[in-house]
């Protein structure tokens, strides 16, 4: 393999000047950078990425955690942090935590011997968790996505979950919906805690009673979304219209209204969030509440790489606004 020394010995040049001239570090004139870049060429020489690490103190590349799961909002939101890692030169080791806390630990353990450059952590699952390994790695950056409450430094991505439910409720109420009963995500979890607040602020903000009956905790995946709709049944009437507070438990309630007979949105209207890509390719087409999943991935690693150059060192949080997409699961009762 050949190595700066053979490359400087053809070129007739100093190994220093072959450094310079490949690793960009210094200005060299145009005639002895043509005959280094030819060298080099001829030789067939291969740049050493774990010799120019050391030197820089860089490896350009960074780990995201996320928690695995059938969602594909996760893999939505790792596309955008994938590409804009390629769009900045830099490489992306993605680790499952299976929502497992010792899974992580030691992903974050192996990742941080590899001497990537910073984390990005999307594990809402664990959210709360006390991670001391940050406390052996201090100089480390690491951006939070789509977590509550943390107990070490971070920079923080979010969407404004208590906008989005709010929105989706009162676009509800828009369509003369006064009957509106609720699917939670895990109420431990912050993003669908605030996504029930929202709910329950818009209902009050019309003075609409909140119905405990038609009120109930899932778990953000379609088989919870199937059965909470079956549990709503089984309680009495229905109400005109649901909140579901993501598009896969709404994918799975509507499967459940069309076995049992329960028209959609002819006689129940239901609104999701997230929209996720095939939320407009369900039958009917999910009205839900956009979350900008490209745009939280690509904003994680701008937030990173800003700390990682140091031009923005103060912990900081980035929040991206939900919006309304209208499609067809809901009908207007005005």
């Known amino acids: 393999m050949a190595t700066m020394k053979d490359i400087a010995r053809l070129a007739g040049v100093s190994t220093s000047t072959v450094s310079h001239v490949i690793n960009k570090t210094r200005f060299v004139s145009e005639e002895i950078s043509e005959r280094v870049n030819n060298a080099a060429k001829e030789l067939n020489y291969a740049p050493s990425a774990l010799a120019r690490s050391l030197k820089m103190n860089r490896t350009r590349t960074i780990g995201m955690l996320v928690t695995t799961s059938t969602n594909p909002f996760f893999g939505e939101v790792v596309k955008g942090v994938e590409r804009s890692c390629y769009h900045q030169n830099y490489n992306l080791i993605l680790c499952n935590t299976e929502g497992d806390t010792e899974r992580m630990r030691a992903s974050i353990d192996t990742l941080l011997q590899k001497r990537v450059d910073g984390l990005i952590l999307m594990c809402s699952t664990l959210e709360g968790e006390k991670l001391d390994i940050f406390d052996?790695?201090?100089?480390?950056?690491?951006?939070?996505?789509?977590?509550?409450?943390?107990?070490?430094?971070?920079?923080?991505?979010?969407?404004?979950?208590?906008?989005?439910?709010?929105?989706?409720?009162?676009?509800?109420?828009?369509?003369?919906?006064?009957?509106?009963?609720?699917?939670?995500?895990?109420?431990?979890?912050?993003?669908?805690?605030?996504?029930?607040?929202?709910?329950?602020?818009?209902?009050?903000?019309?003075?609409?009673?909140?119905?405990?009956?038609?009120?109930?905790?899932?778990?953000?995946?379609?088989?919870?979304?199937?059965?909470?709709?079956?549990?709503?049944?089984?309680?009495?009437?229905l109400p005109s219209s649901l909140f579901v507070c993501n598009d896969m438990m709404a994918m799975g309630a509507i499967n459940i209204a069309h076995n049992k007979g329960v028209k959609v949105p002819e006689e129940l209207s239901i609104i999701g969030y997230d929209d996720i890509h095939i939320a407009k390719y369900m039958t009917p087409a999910l009205t839900t509440i956009h979350q900008p999943k490209y745009r939280l991935g690509k904003a994680a690693v701008e937030t990173l790489l800003a700390k990682i150059d140091k031009t923005n060192e103060v912990p900081d949080v980035v929040q991206l606004e939900p919006t309304l997409v209208v499609r067809n699961s809901v009908k207007s009762l005005l």
């Open 136 to 237: 052996q790695y201090p100089s480390i950056p690491v951006v939070v996505m789509d977590w509550g409450p943390i107990h070490f430094e971070s920079d923080k991505i979010q969407d404004n979950s208590y906008l989005g439910g709010y929105l989706a409720t009162k676009h509800l109420i828009e369509c003369g919906h006064n009957e509106i009963g609720c699917i939670t995500g895990p109420l431990n979890r912050h993003q669908a805690l605030m996504r029930y607040e929202g709910y329950k602020k818009a209902l009050k903000e019309h003075s609409l009673r909140i119905n405990p009956d038609w009120i109930i905790e899932s778990d953000f995946e379609c088989d919870g979304g199937a059965k909470s709709l079956e549990a709503l049944m089984s309680r009495g009437a």
